[in-house]
Nanobody, 127 residues
Framework: QVQLVESGGGLVQAGGSLRLSCAAS????????MGWFRQAPGKEREFVAA????????FYTDSVKGRFTISRDIGKDTVYLQMNSLNPEDTAVYYC????????????????????WGQGTQVTVSS
């Protein structure tokens, strides 16, 4: 098991930017594929972005392509989500997720494929 702690959420105006961080501890981080998900009030949790444990492959949901960037720093056991051009539809609790992967370049875009989750960080975008 790996423990995940998100940070960096907050209130931002439309068009602004935020960078979320997810710090991992407890196990070797470098063989864990990572993902970001979000859940808005009254909606189901949805996939946002994923990165392979090598960092070589990334994948995004269509609504954030070109605006969000997922990255990881294995030396710091941290994964990031840089969010630019935010709009009110991005308002949600954002969750970091991790799962062990035997394949260095595989990413995972389904919540059911992850078995480690953080507590979430609130992102609110005002219009």
């Amino acid at each position: 098991q790996v423990q995940l702690v998100e940070s960096g959420g907050g209130l931002v105006q439309a068009g602004g930017s935020l960078r979320l961080s997810c710090a991992a501890s407890g196990r070797t981080f470098d063989r864990y594929a990572m993902g970001w998900f979000r859940q808005a009030p009254g909606k189901e949790r949805e996939f946002v972005a994923a990165i392979s444990w090598s960092g070589g492959n990334t994948f995004y949901t269509d609504s954030v392509k070109g605006r969000f960037t997922i990255s990881r720093d294995i030396g710091k056991d941290t994964v990031y989500l840089q969010m630019n051009s935010l709009n009110p539809e991005d308002t949600a609790v954002y969750y970091c997720a991790a799962r062990r992967s035997y394949y260095s370049d595989r990413y995972f875009d389904s919540a059911s494929e992850y078995d480690n989750w953080g507590q979430g960080t609130q992102v609110t975008v005002s219009s």
